[in-house]
C-alpha cells in the first residue's frame, strides 16, 4: 500500500522558515522522481520543486533561492525547507512521486500525498 504522509505545515510570518516533511512508503522511494507541488482554492496545482533519482533538482522560478529540496533514501522521506517566506507562498503543499519522466507539470505524478497547509502572514 502505497503511501505519503506530509508533516511540517503551519503558520509562520513573512521571512519566517518552514520545512515540509513527506514520509514514504509502499513503493521503491529512491528509484522515483520525488516533488512538491501546491495548490490555492480556486487554482490549478503548480510545482514547486522536483528531485531525480539521481538527485539532480528543479526549482520554479517562484521559490528559486527560498526553497531547498533534497531527500534521506535511508528514511524514505523527502524534504522542503522553506526560507524568507512571502505570503504568496500560502497554499497547500503536496508531495508527489514521479514516474517515468521528472517535472514540475503534476502530469507524471503517480502517487499523491494529501497536503499539508502552509499560511504566511504579512
Known amino acids: 500500500q502505497v503511501q505519503l504522509v506530509e508533516s511540517g505545515g503551519g503558520s509562520v510570518q513573512a521571512g519566517g522558515s518552514l520545512r515540509l516533511s513527506c514520509a514514504a512508503s509502499g513503493f521503491s522511494f529512491s528509484s522515483y522522481c520525488m516533488g512538491w507541488f501546491r495548490q490555492v482554492p480556486g487554482k490549478e496545482r503548480e510545482g514547486v520543486a522536483t528531485i531525480s533519482s539521481g538527485g539532480r533538482t528543479s526549482y520554479a522560478d517562484s521559490v528559486k533561492g527560498r526553497f531547498t529540496i533534497y531527500q534521506d533514501n535511508a528514511k524514505s522521506t523527502l524534504y522542503l525547507q522553506m526560507n524568507s517566506l512571502k505570503p504568496e507562498d500560502t497554499a497547500m503543499y503536496y508531495c508527489?512521486?514521479?514516474?517515468?519522466?521528472?517535472?514540475?507539470?503534476?502530469?507524471?505524478?503517480?502517487?499523491w500525498g494529501q497536503g499539508t497547509r502552509v499560511t504566511v502572514s504579512s
Open positions: 508527489a512521486a514521479q514516474r517515468p519522466f521528472c517535472a514540475l507539470s503534476p502530469r507524471w505524478t503517480v502517487y
